[in-house]
Antibody, heavy 120, light 111 residues
Framework: EVQLVESGGGLVKPGGSLRLSCAAS????????MNWVRQAPGKGLEWVSS????????YYADSVKGRFTISRDNAKNSLYLQMNSLRAEDTAVYYC?????????????WGQGTLVTVSS | QSVLTQPPSVSAAPGQKVTISCSGS????????VSWYQQLPGTAPKLLIY???KRPSGIPDRFSGSKSGTSATLGITGLQTGDEADYYC????????????FGGGTKLTVL
């Protein structure tokens, strides 16, 4: 059974940093691209970042470019999101999602999410 | 403001059919495949449709997807109260700021 479990969320002051983790199990982690998708309270989904299976290709939403860094450790079956210079508008539930290249690209499994609150 | 445009809400009675539209542009829907996600209250999103019209294992054939040009549509027949949820379309945007994009979400109410 595919499982994605996020951790590392919490309350942080504006300008602060936080590192999210996503522990993957139930599939060959090193064979799949991975993503972070966030959802602000009461709002819709926003894609944040993607990383290819070997970390060769990395993409970021304009809203986080230069502040967030996605990475992965295939030996530990783990995905990470280093978030720096956090702003109030970064407050959201952050989901880890597995990416699939079919004819298109889509997210077939999602974690339960971890809440990040940026507030003074 | 989401890159893809969905109606904020739709509603229909149990047993009826509903469609949810998703409008984009040539850099996203027009040149990429569309997926749809269902988010029940208080839960993580779940893949409903991928590659425009394919259903993952376990998704009933009451759910269908289609795409034409720069728009896509999710159809749900035989509505059940358990279908009440938020529905999101998604795709990849191949513009200079390449990345995933979603619609703003549509709240389905089964009256």
């Amino acid at each position: 059974e595919v499982q994605l479990v996020e951790s590392g969320g919490g309350l942080v002051k504006p300008g602060g940093s936080l590192r999210l983790s996503c522990a993957a199990s139930g599939f060959t982690f090193s064979s799949y691209s991975m993503n972070w998708v966030r959802q602000a309270p009461g709002k819709g989904l926003e894609w944040v970042s993607s990383i290819s299976s070997s970390s060769s290709y990395i993409y970021y939403a304009d809203s986080v470019k230069g502040r967030f860094t996605i990475s992965r450790d295939n030996a530990k079956n783990s995905l990470y999101l280093q978030m720096n210079s956090l702003r109030a508008e970064d407050t959201a539930v952050y989901y880890c999602a597995r990416g699939i290249y079919g004819d298109g690209y889509y997210f077939d499994y999602w974690g339960q999410g971890t809440l990040v609150t940026v507030s003074s | 403001q989401s890159v893809l445009t969905q109606p904020p809400s739709v509603s229909a009675a149990p047993g009826q059919k509903v469609t949810i539209s998703c409008s984009g542009s040539s850099s996203n829907i027009g040149n990429n495949y569309v997926s749809w996600y269902q988010q029940l209250p208080g839960t993580a999103p779940k893949l409903l449709i991928y590659d425009n019209n394919k259903r993952p294992s376990g998704i009933p054939d009451r759910f269908s997807g289609s795409k034409s040009g720069t728009s896509a549509t999710l159809g749900i027949t035989g509505l059940q109260t358990g279908d009440e949820a938020d529905y999101y379309c998604g795709t990849w945007d191949s513009s200079l700021s390449a990345g995933g994009v979603f619609g703003g979400g549509t709240k389905l109410t089964v009256l």
